[in-house]
């Protein structure tokens, strides 16, 4: 044979490299035990969906961006306008939910490869819940890009953690003020027409999912910040090229440039993961468990909703800052793609076997319904800083690709539209059907477990109570617990094996 080149040896290495990983999903969507399964396609779908969602912000961001330039915005203006980018992307989000929840079609069904026979989910709802995560996740990170550099830039100035952790309330209040005016926006809309169909609830239940991520999203990564912050004084890359220029940036990276962790900086920042993972599993618990009762106001319920959620995704923060740190520190992948795929694949590694580890404590008889919910939250949250590490991968293959070309952005912004417009129809037509599948059986199996602890729902538990009042009753009155997702009784069809 002749001497192998480096390229040669690259291209064998992403063939072999394929078709291993390629194989071992087959091994993981078709385990043995179904809450494995529902775990395993709720990580693929988040993955796909923020591989999605953040491509095309981080395209069209980048096009914004240039426009910026070469119109000659200044540092100033810049910074001003991330409030504007943050509402568009939010406006943008409500938009796409109303829309995608109107648009009738062809209802979905799933064959059953899991549980012995189908499902339908109508096509308005599968579509409201496909577009609405895209429309999410591209919100929460025009929210990160705007929030973390305001941090960035406090830190510049100020020079204190203390001043980088006053943004976390002011973000939270600001989204809150965002989402109580979506909600104010939403009700009259729905109410226009003096009623409520089933389309309409759809939308409402899936915006206010929507918002609920963008909130966690956002608050979860500031705070992660933070914690990382006090412990290293180092910030993630959170601003644009053009922020670059400003002093006050410039100041801060001059004094946080990152360099390889001690052991120790590693640990502490996965302790604090462990914290707020554990702050995660005791608010569960006070609320859903040991209490031992139903919260009946619909706007606690989703105020206490978004806390868990937050000290989740700051868990999943904080373990995925640790694990770059853990990769960097030996050194061992070099840097470019290589050091974001090393990244990407440890971090599905180390995730996996955290699920299987939480897995088999949620199938211990002593663990009741309140921490097996609480370690599924804990796992989705796993699954988003899965998409994130993997999504970082790629975006980075698409810089580097479009690298060598006359005009980067412009040829980043078409390859990224290429590839989401390639992998977004897959991801809808058979992933998101499956995944939703799997999460209503155990999400109906923990409805009867509830209602025979607690008692059945009551009404303002299920929706919010203006829409509720205009069908003199709940907004998801209609429904069976196993009706979550929009199905009306005569299209959901559970058809087992005699």
Same mark, same amino acid.
């Given at each position: 044979?002749?001497?192998?080149?480096?390229?040669?040896?690259?291209?064998?290495?992403?063939?072999?490299?394929?078709?291993?990983?390629?194989?071992?999903?087959?091994?993981?969507?078709?385990?043995?035990?179904?809450?494995?399964?529902?775990?395993?396609?709720?990580?693929?779908?988040?993955?796909?969906?923020?591989?999605?969602?953040?491509?095309?912000?981080?395209?069209?961001?980048?096009?914004?961006?240039?426009?910026?330039?070469?119109?000659?915005?200044?540092?100033?203006?810049?910074?001003?306008?991330?409030?504007?980018?943050?509402?568009?992307?939010?406006?943008?989000?409500?938009?796409?939910?109303?829309?995608?929840?109107?648009?009738?079609?062809?209802?979905?069904?799933?064959?059953?490869?899991?549980?012995?026979?189908?499902?339908?989910?109508?096509?308005?709802?599968?579509?409201?819940?496909?577009?609405?995560?895209?429309?999410?996740?591209?919100?929460?990170?025009?929210?990160?890009?705007?929030?973390?550099?305001?941090?960035?830039?406090?830190?510049?100035?100020?020079?204190?953690?203390?001043?980088?952790?006053?943004?976390?309330?002011?973000?939270?209040?600001?989204?809150?003020v965002i989402m109580k005016v979506?909600?104010?926006?939403?009700?009259?809309?729905?109410?226009?027409?003096?009623?409520?169909?089933?389309?309409?609830?759809?939308?409402?239940?899936?915006?206010?999912?929507?918002?609920?991520?963008?909130?966690?999203?956002?608050?979860?990564?500031?705070t992660a910040v933070v914690a990382?912050?006090?412990?290293?004084?180092?910030?993630?890359?959170?601003?644009?090229?053009?922020?670059?220029?400003?002093?006050?940036?410039?100041?801060?990276?001059? *004094?946080?440039?990152?360099? =390889?962790? #001690?052991?120790?900086?590693? %640990?502490?920042?996965?302790?604090? !993961? @462990? $914290?707020?993972?554990?702050?995660?599993?005791?608010?569960?618990?006070?609320?859903?468990?040991?209490?031992?009762?139903?919260?009946?106001?619909?706007?606690?319920?989703?105020?206490?909703?978004?806390?868990?959620?937050?000290?989740?995704?700051?868990?999943?923060?904080?373990?995925?800052?640790?694990? *770059?740190?853990?990769?960097? =520190?030996? #050194?061992?992948?070099?840097? %470019?793609?290589?050091?974001?795929? !090393? @990244? $990407?694949?440890?971090?599905?590694?180390?995730?996996?076997?955290?699920?299987?580890?939480?897995?088999?404590?949620?199938?211990?008889?002593?663990?009741?319904?309140?921490?097996?919910?609480?370690?599924?939250?804990?796992?989705?949250?796993?699954?988003?800083?899965?998409?994130?590490?993997?999504?970082?991968?790629?975006?980075?293959?698409?810089?580097?690709?479009?690298?060598?070309?006359?005009?980067?952005?412009?040829?980043?912004?078409?390859?990224?539209?290429?590839?989401?417009?390639?992998?977004?129809?897959?991801?809808?037509?058979?992933?998101?059907?499956?995944?939703?599948?799997?999460?209503?059986?155990?999400?109906?199996?923990?409805?009867?477990?509830?209602?025979?602890?607690?008692?059945?729902?009551?009404?303002?538990?299920?929706?919010?109570?203006?829409?509720?009042?205009?069908?003199?009753?709940?907004?998801?009155?209609?429904?069976?617990?196993?009706?979550?997702?929009?199905?009306?009784?005569?299209?959901?069809?559970?058809?087992?094996?005699?």
């Amino acid at each position: 044979l002749h001497p192998a080149s480096r390229s040669d040896r690259v291209m064998a290495a992403m063939t072999l490299g394929a078709v291993a990983f390629q194989m071992s999903l087959f091994y993981i969507v078709n385990q043995r035990d179904a809450d494995m399964r529902r775990y395993s396609y709720s990580i693929i779908g988040q993955t796909l969906s923020i591989f999605c969602a953040v491509l095309t912000f981080n395209a069209v961001y980048g096009f914004l961006e240039e426009q910026a330039v070469r119109t000659g915005v200044d540092e100033t203006l810049s910074y001003g306008l991330q409030p504007l980018i943050c509402a568009a992307f939010f406006l943008s989000m409500e938009i796409v939910v109303f829309f995608s929840a109107r648009v009738r079609g062809e209802s979905t069904t799933v064959k059953d490869s899991v549980i012995g026979g189908q499902w339908t989910m109508p096509s308005h709802v599968l579509n409201a819940k496909t577009f609405g995560a895209l429309g999410a996740q591209m919100a929460g990170a025009a929210a990160i890009r705007g929030f973390g550099s305001v941090q960035l830039l406090v830190h510049g100035r100020y020079g204190t953690v203390l001043s980088v952790a006053a943004i976390i309330p002011v973000s939270m209040v600001v989204l809150l003020v965002i989402m109580k005016v979506s909600s104010v926006v939403r009700h009259f809309v729905v109410a226009s027409d003096g009623e409520v169909d089933e389309m309409e609830e759809t939308y409402v239940e899936v915006v206010e999912e929507c918002e609920n991520e963008v909130f966690a999203l956002c608050s979860g990564f500031l705070t992660a910040v933070v914690a990382r912050l006090w412990i290293c004084g180092c910030f993630p890359e959170v601003v644009s090229e053009s922020q670059m220029r400003s002093a006050e940036v410039l100041a801060a990276m001059a *004094h946080h440039k990152e360099e =390889r962790m #001690e052991m120790r900086a590693i %640990g502490a920042i996965w302790l604090v !993961a @462990l $914290a707020f993972a554990l702050i995660c599993l005791t608010l569960i618990l006070l609320t859903y468990g040991t209490c031992g009762k139903r919260m009946k106001n619909h706007d606690l319920k989703r105020l206490v909703g978004l806390v868990i959620t937050s000290t989740s995704f700051t868990f999943a923060w904080c373990n995925g800052f640790a694990v *770059h740190w853990l990769v960097v =520190r030996y #050194e061992v992948f070099g840097n %470019g793609v290589q050091l974001h795929l !090393a @990244l $990407a694949l440890f971090q599905s590694l180390t995730s996996y076997l955290v699920i299987l580890t939480l897995d088999q404590v949620a199938d211990m008889e002593c663990t009741g319904n309140a921490v097996d919910k609480a370690i599924s939250i804990i796992i989705e949250a796993l699954g988003v800083s899965v998409g994130l590490s993997w999504e970082h991968a790629f975006h980075h293959c698409v810089q580097v690709t479009v690298s060598g070309t006359s005009d980067p952005v412009s040829g980043a912004f078409c390859l990224s539209g290429i590839i989401v417009v390639t992998v977004l129809p897959a991801l809808r037509m058979y992933i998101v059907p499956t995944m939703y599948q799997l999460r209503e059986l155990y999400e109906l199996h923990n409805d009867e477990f509830e209602n025979e602890a607690f008692g059945p729902p009551s009404t303002s538990q299920l929706g919010d109570p203006r829409v509720a009042s205009l069908r003199g009753g709940s907004a998801m009155s209609n429904r069976t617990p196993g009706q979550l997702s929009g199905r009306t009784s005569h299209e959901q069809t559970y058809t087992f094996p005699t």
